[in-house]
């Protein structure tokens, strides 16, 4: 049984940071482009960063960048998400996502929320 568990989130102030964690299982985790998305009522979902398999090249979503660093450890299973300078429009669920071709997971998701 695959499983993707997400950490790390939290209550934090503008400004600060946070990182989150995605630990995967039952899966060959290296084989697997890994995404982070997320999501509020009002925007929908978004993705947020992707990290190719070997973890040599990323992109994220032009609201994050330069504030955000996506990386993995695949002798962890784990992928991370760095991030700094939150803002209140970062609030929101953050979900890892692993993909390899028709095969896609998702984790359950940890709540971020950035307020004073």
């Known amino acids: 049984q695959v499983q993707l568990v997400e950490s790390g989130g939290g209550l934090v102030q503008p400004g600060g940071s946070l990182r989150l964690s995605c630990t995967g299982s039952?899966?060959?985790?290296?084989?697997?482009?890994m995404n982070w998305h997320r999501r509020t009522p009002g925007k929908g979902r978004e993705l947020v960063a992707a990290i190719t398999r070997a973890g040599g090249s990323a992109i994220y979503a032009d609201s994050v960048k330069g504030r955000f660093t996506v990386s993995r450890d695949n002798a962890e299973n784990t992928i991370y998400l760095q991030m700094n300078d939150l803002k209140p429009e970062d609030t929101a669920v953050y979900f890892c996502?692993?993909?390899?071709?028709?095969?896609?997971?998702w984790g359950q998701g940890t709540q971020v929320t950035v307020s004073s």
């Open positions: 996502q692993a993909v390899d071709g028709s095969l896609v997971y």
């Open positions: 039952g899966l060959s985790f290296s084989n697997y482009a």
